[in-house]
């Protein structure tokens, strides 16, 4: 019997600390931005509970998570799937407090070129630039490409910089994980450069000097007698 008001008297003081422990006034969840960028990456969320004066207290109240875009993540039990390319808003919401916060999936879905064939004299280099892009065609930053060449000894490339080496075509990759695009490189001679005539410039025909003439001597005026 003793026994037994002992334990009575325990659950009775955990009823009273718990009665008078502080009650949650907010929470969030962290972190408030997920970033993935493949289809099925997971990520973890957090919430933590605050008083009213911001202190963190403890909650046993049940938190329930919701996404605002399934197709483009999930969330169960605070884990973030990741589903398609795009924005959503994950809801966590325990009793009456909610917290959010926002999920950014960026997907690759294709590799662009910004050009389809280029052409080259041997010895001459073009760029051409790449971007990795997501289903909708957005460019999704901070990603780069490899590049290969089918046939070095036609077209060398790196970093994007094709350079001719010998007359032939041949095709230049650019890679992100799975995904590539092809660019056509078509190399010609160059073409030669004239050289310098050595013949020498025909020379000018002197002009002869014509000869002045000389104006004609002037008679002397005649003198008139007087009769």
Known sequence: MKKLSI?????????????CAPKPASMTVSPATVDLDSKGATAPLQVQFADKNGAPVQAKTPVTWTSSNAEVATVQDGT??????GEATVTATAGELTATATVRVAIPAAVKLAEAEVTLGVGQSK???????????MELAGKSVTWTSANAAVAEVADGKITGKTEGSTTVTATFGTLTATVKVVVKKAEATPKPSTTPPPKKPKLEKKPVPTPPAKKPALKKHPH
Do not use: R, Y
Request: proline share 0%; aromatic share 4%; hydrophobic share 65%.
């Open 7 to 19: 334990v009575v008297l325990m659950l009775g003081l955990a009823a009273l600390l718990f009665a």
């Open 127 to 137: 760029t051409v630039g790449a971007k990795v892009v997501d289903a909708n065609g």
């Open 80 to 85: 973030v799937t990741a589903v398609g390319s």
